[in-house]
């Protein structure tokens, strides 16, 4: 059962339009989220976190929103760039402390010059 | 510092053998983990360490999994003997803070058992 769902395997934009990238849990527990960037073969990388006292976290170009009612993230990209093409996974964990982080699938994004 | 160092980055193996991933973390971090990630699953995590401890193996599929740290720049991942459904991209990632905070991945090791 996938607790992170990103329910998008794809996202195509073109470059200077905004990339909005998808994630729902079903876990109730989980407060803790984070996004990694990952491009072939290479491991992720941390892009940007938020916790469930924030309902929003900016930093540069990446913006991730958390709407905790609605067990909803997205991550906001704009203005996209062909650098950012790669794939994102979104994953979350019940809190602060060791607690482990569930990863969804990944979405594939690709933004065209 | 290097970053997260994986060896091999590819390894090919029969069916049966005997397979090792080797792993050195970013000097100073207390945490390391071992993921896989497949097509089916997603990133999953094996298992990690803080301290060189094994703090939790729960996903650690079955019995043929194995994982070592025997000091703090070292850990290897084992599994004996392999089968094809163990074919993914394993990858390993270390930390200061610990499970939920910003983790630095290695480039990882694509697994082959044919």
């Known amino acids: 059962d996938q607790q992170v769902k990103q329910n998008s395997p794809s996202l195509s934009v073109q470059e200077g339009r905004i990339s909005i990238l998808n994630c729902d849990y079903t876990n109730s527990m989980f407060d803790y989220f984070l996004w990694y960037k990952k491009y072939p073969a290479e491991g992720p990388t941390f892009l940007i976190s938020i916790s469930s006292i924030k309902d929003k976290n900016e930093d540069g170009r990446f913006t991730v929103f958390l709407n905790k009612s609605a067990k909803h993230l997205s991550l906001h990209i704009v203005p996209s760039q062909p650098g950012d093409s790669a794939v994102y996974f979104c994953?979350?964990?019940?809190?602060?402390?060791?607690?482990?982080?569930?990863f969804g699938k990944g979405i594939t994004l690709s933004v065209r010059p | 510092d290097a970053g997260v160092i994986q060896s091999p980055r590819h390894e090919v193996t029969e069916m049966g053998q005997e397979v090792t991933l080797r792993c050195k973390p970013i000097?100073?971090?207390?945490?390391l983990f071992w993921y896989r990630q497949t097509m089916m699953r997603g990133l999953e995590l094996l298992i990690y360490f803080n301290n060189n401890v094994p703090i939790d193996d729960s996903g650690m599929p079955e019995d043929r999994f194995s994982a070592k740290m025997p000091n703090a720049s070292f850990s290897t991942l084992k599994i004996q003997p392999s089968e094809p459904r163990d074919s993914a991209v394993y990858f390993c990632?270390?930390?200061?803070?610990?499970?939920?905070?910003?983790?630095?991945f290695g480039q990882g090791t694509r697994l082959t058992v044919v």
């Open positions: 990632a270390s930390s200061f803070w610990g499970l939920n905070t910003e983790a630095f």
């Open positions: 994953a979350a964990s019940p809190g602060m402390g060791n607690s482990k982080l569930t």
């Open positions: 000097s100073g971090h207390d945490y």
